[in-house]
T-cell receptor, first 114, second 113 residues
Framework: NAGVMQNPRHLVRRRGQEARLRCSPM?????VYWYRQLPEEGLKFMVY????????ESGMPKERFSAEFPKEGPSILRIQQVVRGDSAAYFC????????????FGPGTRLTVT | AQSVTQLDSQVPVFEEAPVELRCNYS??????LFWYVQYPNQGLQLLLK??????LVKGINGFEAEFNKSQTSFHLRKPSVHISDTAEYFC???????????FGTGTRLQVFP
């Protein structure tokens, strides 16, 4: 059973470009969470999604950031017009329907904005 | 809102010595508590979790943690560390009302030969 997959593992973008991060949850998992880890800090919750539904986006910046988890395909975290402060590691986690507190993490995408 | 405090940002220790990494959380009616380990440039791996029942929880790689409700603590311990335990350790909490994890700022465990 493959774990949570994220791609790309490393992403370099110039200021003003768009960054698109993908997350494929573990097989059978219907919940996806995105977290951001700034340098030398812990992980901060961003958004919690189920298929075709955003459950909690209380940790998402109000502008430029969006997330989706379509019926088919991976979950996408999109950052428009990236700035240097967006440089961070972005982690995706997934959980099964009936144990949503048990989250399994992917390897992360390290975004560098130049 | 829930919060997690990891009092030590770095813990240096010699190989085969015991270690304790401290974690305190803000009180709540019911909480789930977790310890994750992050090796350099990798994702997080679950070490152990407390959901209910016995307050002493055993995890992988010889780690254990004790849930202390009166002190709102969930300290991680290992009786004898190995060089390969060098990593960042994160304590996290979620409560029964929300599904998100609240993380501490992490403790960097450095094991020296």
């Amino acid at each position: 059973n493959a774990g949570v997959m994220q791609n790309p593992r490393h992403l370099v973008r110039r200021r003003g470009q768009e960054a698109r991060l993908r997350c494929s949850p573990m097989k059978g998992h219907s919940h996806v969470y995105w977290y951001r880890q700034l340098p030398e800090e812990g992980l901060k919750f961003m958004v919690y999604l189920q298929k075709e539904n955003i459950i909690d986006e209380s940790g998402m910046p109000k502008e430029r950031f969006s997330a989706e988890f379509p019926k088919e395909g991976p979950s996408i975290l999109r950052i428009q017009q990236v700035v240097r402060g967006d440089s961070a590691a972005y982690f995706c986690a997934s959980s099964p329907y009936d144990v949503s507190y048990e989250q399994y993490f992917g390897p992360g995408t390290r975004l560098t904005v130049t | 809102a829930q919060s997690v405090t990891q009092l030590d940002s770095q813990v240096p220790v010699f190989e085969e010595a015991p270690v304790e990494l401290r974690c305190n959380y803000s009180s709540s009616v019911s909480v789930y508590l977790f310890w994750y380990v992050q090796y350099p440039n990798q994702g997080l791996q679950l070490l152990l979790k407390y959901l209910s029942g016995s307050t002493l929880v055993k995890g992988i790689n010889g780690f254990e943690a004790e849930f202390n409700k009166s002190q709102t603590s969930f300290h991680l311990r290992k009786p004898s560390v190995h060089i390969s335990d060098t990593a960042e350790y994160f304590c996290a909490v979620s409560d029964s009302d929300t599904d998100k994890l609240i993380f501490g700022t992490g403790t960097r465990l450095q094991v020296f030969p």
